[in-house]
């Protein structure tokens, strides 16, 4: 059984540029949340969606961020015109109906911005 | 809202010592408490949780004590290895509506960096 799945690992952006990482959830997971881990900072959060439908955006920026979780392949945040303080770790995690208690993290996507 | 205060930042030990981190949280209704470890390029990993209605679980060499009444919790973790060796952080949630009642957002403190020296 696969764990939860991110893409890619590593990603080099120019400032300006859009960012999109892509979390596969773990399977017969449909809970998925992603946060924002900063060097030597704790992992903040940033949103929670459930199948097409977002259910918490409280901790993203309202500006160039976005996030989506289709029925069909994998959940999405999308940074617009990125800056370097977007240069970070971006990780997600995923939960099933019945433990949402539990997160199940990936590997994260490590953003840099140039 | 929530915060979550861990300590200490560092701690190094021994090899087959013991190594305890504290964390304290601020909201009352704060029900679930997991440990995750981080290893260096790695997503946190999951290795203990405890629920508000229990004061201590263990698990082989690690374990986590709450006091609900004091709002801490640790993490214990006896006859360490150098594969303990990775940053440890502390997380807390309660139930929200918004959730359906489930757990709502997971507030992490901001880590402890571990070095097991053999």
């Known amino acids: 059984n696969a764990g939860v799945m991110q893409n890619p690992r590593h990603l080099v952006r120019r400032r300006g540029q859009e960012a999109r990482l892509r979390c596969s959830p773990m399977k017969g997971h449909s809970h998925v949340y992603w946060y924002r881990q900063l060097p030597e900072e704790g992992l903040k959060f940033m949103v929670y969606?459930?199948?097409?439908?977002?259910?918490?955006e409280s901790g993203m920026p309202k500006e160039r961020f976005s996030a989506e979780f289709p029925k069909e392949g994998p959940s999405i945040l999308r940074i617009q015109q990125v800056v370097r303080g977007d240069s970070a770790a971006y990780f997600c995690a995923s939960s099933s109906d019945r433990g949402r208690k539990v997160r199940y993290f990936g590997p994260g996507t490590r953003l840099t911005v140039t | 809202g929530e915060n979550v205060e861990q300590h200490p930042s560092t701690l190094s030990v021994q090899e087959g010592d013991s190594a305890v981190i504290k964390c304290t949280y601020s909201?009352?209704?704060?029900?679930?408490f997991p440990w995750y470890k981080q290893e260096l390029g790695k997503g946190p990993q999951l290795i203990i949780d405890i629920r508000s209605n229990v004061g201590e679980k263990k698990d082989q060499r690690i374990a986590v004590t709450l006091n609900k009444t004091a709002k801490h919790f640790s993490l214990h973790i006896t006859e360490t290895q150098p594969e303990d060796s990775a940053v440890y952080f502390c997380?807390?949630?309660?139930?929200?509506?918004?959730?359906?009642?489930?757990?709502?957002?997971?507030?992490f403190g901001k880590g402890t960096k571990l070095s097991v020296k053999p």
């Open positions: 997380a807390a949630s309660k139930s929200d509506m918004n959730y359906g009642g489930s757990q709502g957002n997971l507030i």
């Open positions: 969606l459930q199948k097409e439908n977002i259910i918490d």
């Open positions: 909201d009352s209704a704060s029900n679930y």
